[in-house]
Structure formats: structure tokens, C-alpha cells
């Protein structure tokens, strides 16, 4: 598994595994309901993710696997882990949380002594087994869906 900075060119497959890793991954949070899937995926477009990707003050990485995008992550100095999605293809082989590692490292890098993010119900155990606690009550995110707001010291 390599892990790289996201590229332009990449856009498309990042999209692509975002899009798959919600829609099929996360049901335990949205449970196929359009009300709460459809607005999760709406961001998710091609130039969006452009835009993203050029946006200053965070980075993107990619973990790639037999030459295909397994994962991304992104995180900025300001807000912490912006997203940390990987394909159905790759779950279970470590994938998240290599970007996870990755996305830590850049945090120290820029200064930062804690990393928070926001949670899905489907993550949340994930994130505790890597050292995550939560930070605040649970919320409910943009999609409507369970939000758990975590963090770790760096």
C-alpha cells in the first residue's frame, strides 16, 4: 500500500470511493433512507472534489492498492479530519488506518497537539480502538444522520 498526496487526476476515483464507502458501508447510518443518503452523496461531485483537493491549508491523501484509489483520507489545520472513507474493495486491510497515521503526521507537522474529527455510528469504533475519545455530546450532522465529535492527543 502506498500512501500519496491526492491529484487532480484523481478526482474522479476518489468520487467514486466516496460515494461506494457511504453508500455501501455506512447503512448502519443512513439505512438506505434517501432522505439521509441523498444529501450525504450530494457533495460528492467531480468538481467539488477538485476544488477540494486545490484548497489550501489541508491536504488530501490517497491510499493506493494494485494501482487503484482503496482509500482517502483529508484533513485540515483548523478543522481537523475532514473525511477518512475507504472502498468496499480494500475494508479490513488496513487502509483507514494508514490514512489515519498519515493524516496525524501532517497534523503535528503543522503545529497541532490534537486531532478531532466527526464520527459516524459506522466509524465510531473504529476511530476508539486508534486512541479516539469523544469530545462533546453526539450531534446530528448535515445529512441528518448520528454525528459523534472525537479527538486524540498528538
Not at 468520487?15 to 457533495?43: F, G, K
Not at 492498492?65 to 479530519?81: M, R
Not at 466509524?123 to 476508539?128: G, Q, S, T, V, W
Request: glycine share 6%.
Amino acid at each position: 500500500m502506498e500512501i500519496r498526496a491526492a491529484r487532480q487526476d484523481d478526482a474522479a476515483e476518489i468520487c467514486l470511493v466516496l460515494r461506494r464507502s457511504i453508500t455501501e458501508l455506512c447503512v448502519a447510518d443512513h439505512n438506505n433512507d434517501p432522505q439521509i443518503l441523498d444529501p450525504w452523496l450530494a457533495n460528492k461531485t467531480l468538481e467539488n472534489l477538485h476544488a477540494w483537493i486545490a484548497r489550501a491549508g489541508q491536504t488530501y491523501r490517497v491510499a493506493v492498492i494494485d494501482d487503484q484509489i482503496a482509500g482517502v483520507g483529508a484533513v485540515s489545520a483548523t478543522e481537523g479530519v475532514l473525511l477518512n472513507y475507504v472502498s468496499p474493495d480494500f475494508r479490513y486491510r488496513g487502509v483507514s488506518k494508514a490514512l489515519m497515521a498519515v493524516l496525524e503526521d501532517w497534523l503535528k507537522e503543522q503545529g497541532q497537539v490534537v486531532c478531532r474529527l466527526t464520527s459516524t455510528a459506522t466509524a465510531r469504533l473504529f476511530y476508539e480502538t486508534i486512541g479516539y475519545l469523544p469530545d462533546g455530546e453526539p450531534q446530528t450532522g448535515r445529512s441528518g444522520n448520528p454525528a459523534f465529535p472525537m479527538k486524540k492527543l498528538l
